[in-house]
């Protein structure tokens, strides 16, 4: 089992940055990949980054690539979602997520495990 809190989400005006932070607790979070995804009001919620067990090969979407930087620090039990150059369009709920694979993955169904999830509003 693991639990997961997420933080550092709030209000930025376009071309912004914020730093989200997830802190995990629960056995073998070092040794599973991490990712992050997000969800606007109305639709559906949407990969945006995932990184593996060791904090190597990190994935993002496109819209995101160039922008947002996935990291981890497994000593501290952390998993970070640095977002630059914010734009409108990011506004959304961001959720941290587990899986139990040791590599990355895209897909929203292999993450069994979940935060609350923190809110990123991008507005001037």
């Known amino acids: 089992q693991v639990q997961l809190v997420e933080s550092g989400g709030g209000l930025v005006q376009p071309g912004g940055s914020l730093r989200l932070s997830c802190a995990a607790s629960?056995?073998?979070?070092?040794?599973?990949?991490m990712g992050w995804f997000r969800q606007a009001p109305g639709m559906e919620r949407e990969f945006v980054s995932s990184?593996?067990?060791?904090?190597?090969?990190?994935n993002s979407a496109d819209i995101v690539k160039g922008r947002f930087t996935i990291s981890r620090d497994n000593a501290k039990n952390l998993v970070y979602l640095q977002m630059n150059s914010l734009n409108p369009e990011d506004t959304g709920v961001y959720y941290c997520?587990?899986?139990?694979?040791?590599?990355?993955?895209?897909?929203?169904?292999?993450?069994?495990?979940w935060g609350q999830g923190n809110q990123v509003t991008v507005s001037p």
């Open positions: 629960g056995r073998t979070f070092n040794n599973i990949a």
């Open positions: 990184i593996n067990w060791s904090g190597s090969a990190p």
């Open positions: 997520a587990a899986t139990t694979r040791t590599y990355f993955s895209r897909k929203i169904y292999e993450y069994p495990y």
